[in-house]
T-cell receptor, first 114, second 117 residues
Framework: QKEVEQNSGPLSVPEGAIASLNCTYS??????FFWYRQYSGKSPELIMF????GDKEDGRFTAQLNKASQYVSLLIRDSQPSDSATYLC??????????????FGQGTILTVHP | KAGVTQTPRYLIKTRGQQVTLSCSPI?????VSWYQQTPGQGLQFLFE???????NKGNFPGRFSGRQFSNSRSEMNVSTLELGDSALYLC????????????????FGSGTQLSVL
């Protein structure tokens, strides 16, 4: 089992819709969770950080964390073509040989079509 | 405030050579982490340096090494290059040591695209 798993997609949504991106992690003790956006040919850009169970909202983005289910998601409301990118879920692992490492999922490719 | 700066932006090397990549963190950031990104493996953690000491290391062979200077700037070295080392190498900086402050946010540089022929 991979430490951080994402559906690689591609996920295609129409402009104005809600895009839902999901991520699961294996280390139950993990506490810090991040979403990065990476445009083609560019470096990852931090868009959301969540630490506590529940929802965290920032503009059109909402991160949801459920530690009991080891699941973190990112919702993008009113999706725009400019949101088309790869979205990377990242977790600071708390256990074993991976302790303290910011570990990334493979990323989900999102395409927002007009 | 200037972001994370990586040089060079592109590098072409041949098998067996060695290469050194440079990273200057955001001003005030004391930790530097290095990642390798490939289409097949995604982002893989190489190592993290804080206060000139390696604090964490990923599962890469000893050909991959790094160091950090007193001004927090960091270099990464790959010796005896192999074709499989072709990748985008990303440097990220954070205020503090990632595993000591679990809510640390990492900010990435533009990366160095290394091609090994």
């Amino acid at each position: 089992q991979k430490e951080v798993e994402q559906n690689s997609g591609p996920l295609s949504v129409p402009e104005g819709a809600i895009a839902s991106l999901n991520c699961t992690y294996s280390d139950r003790g993990s506490q810090s969770f991040f979403w990065y956006r990476q445009y083609s040919g560019k470096s990852p850009e931090l868009i959301m950080f969540i630490y506590s169970n529940g929802d965290k909202e920032d503009g059109r983005f909402t991160a949801q964390l459920n530690k009991a289910s080891q699941y973190v998601s990112l919702l993008i409301r009113d999706s725009q073509p400019s949101d088309s990118a790869t979205y990377l879920c990242a977790v600071i692992l708390a256990g074993g040989t991976s302790y303290g490492k910011l570990t990334f999922g493979q990323g989900t490719i999102l395409t927002v079509h007009p | 405030k200037a972001g994370v700066t990586q040089t060079p932006r592109y590098l072409i090397k041949t098998r067996g050579q060695q290469v050194t990549l440079s990273c200057s963190p955001i001003s005030g950031h004391r930790s530097v982490s290095w990642y390798q990104q490939t289409p097949g493996q995604g982002l893989q953690f190489l190592f993290e340096y804080f206060s000139e000491t390696q604090r964490n290391k990923g599962n890469f062979p000893g050909r991959f090494s790094g160091r950090q200077f007193s001004n927090s700037r960091s270099e990464m070295n790959v010796s005896t290059l192999e074709l499989g080392d072709s990748a985008l190498y990303l440097c990220a900086s954070s205020l503090e040591w990632v595993s000591r402050a679990t809510n640390e946010k990492l900010f990435f540089g533009s990366g160095t695209q290394l091609s090994v022929l």
